[in-house]
Nanobody, 124 residues
Framework: QVQLVESGGGLVQAGGSLRLSCVASGRTFSRYMMGWFRQAPGKEREFVAAVSWNGGSTYYADSVKGRFTISRDNAKNTVYLQMNSLKPEDTAVYYC?????????????????WGQGTQVTVSS
């Protein structure tokens, strides 16, 4: 069983920054691609960013490209999401997730373990 625990969310003004962290339990963290998703009230969960098993490849939704950076530290079993130039439309619960082998990185159903989420609120 894998557990994912996010932290780092909070309230920030537009234009500000936050850094989210997600710590994973278990010994297989470094074998898997990891992703961040978000879900705003009344909306479907959407892809934000993903990072390959070794951190060598990263992928972003168009809406966050150039503002967010995903990274990982396999020695610490941790994946990060650095969020800069935040906008009110970035307000959501942010989730980290472990991707299954194969499939597309932007698809919710291609991820098998999820954290409990951390709230990010951006005020205008």
């Amino acid at each position: 069983q894998v557990q994912l625990v996010e932290s780092g969310g909070g309230l920030v003004q537009a234009g500000g920054s936050l850094r989210l962290s997600c710590v994973a339990s278990g010994r297989t963290f470094s074998r898997y691609m990891m992703g961040w998703f978000r879900q705003a009230p009344g909306k479907e969960r959407e892809f934000v960013a993903a990072v390959s098993w070794n951190g060598g490849s990263t992928y972003y939704a168009d809406s966050v490209k150039g503002r967010f950076t995903i990274s990982r530290d396999n020695a610490k079993n941790t994946v990060y999401l650095q969020m800069n130039s935040l906008k009110p439309e970035d307000t959501a619960v942010y989730y980290c997730a472990r991707k299954t082998m194969g499939g597309r990185y932007s698809v919710v159903n291609e991820y098998d373990y999820w954290g409990q989420g951390t709230q990010v609120t951006v005020s205008s």
